[in-house]
Nanobody, 122 residues
Framework: QVQLVESGGGLVQAGGSLRLSCAASGRTFSSNALGWFRQAPGKEREFVAAISRSGGTIMGADAVKGRFTISRDNAKNTVYLQMNSLKPEDTAVYYC???????????????WGQGTQVTVSS
């Protein structure tokens, strides 16, 4: 089992930045590939970014490439999502997730956090 707790969400103006954090506990954090997802009101949850166990492989959605950066600190059991140049369409609940394997992917995540709200005003 892996427990995930997100933080860092809030209200920001368009063009601003936020850094989300996700603290993990439970089974060995460094054994899991990790990802960030988001869900806007009335929409399905969508993939944002993912990172491999070592941090050497990163995947990102086209909508956030060049603006969002995923990283992880295995010593701190924490994964981050640095979000720059935020747009109103980035408004959503952001979720941290962990796979049960080390392989990075856009799908098949076994563990989820409770989410943190990000609101971008125009």
């Amino acid at each position: 089992q892996v427990q995930l707790v997100e933080s860092g969400g809030g209200l920001v103006q368009a063009g601003g930045s936020l850094r989300l954090s996700c603290a993990a506990s439970g089974r060995t954090f460094s054994s899991n590939a990790l990802g960030w997802f988001r869900q806007a009101p009335g929409k399905e949850r969508e993939f944002v970014a993912a990172i491999s166990r070592s941090g050497g492989t990163i995947m990102g959605a086209d909508a956030v490439k060049g603006r969002f950066t995923i990283s992880r600190d295995n010593a701190k059991n924490t994964v981050y999502l640095q979000m720059n140049s935020l747009k109103p369409e980035d408004t959503a609940v952001y979720y941290c997730a962990a796979r049960s394997t080390v392989i990075v992917s856009r799908t098949s995540y076994a563990y989820w956090g409770q989410g943190t709200q990000v609101t971008v005003s125009s």
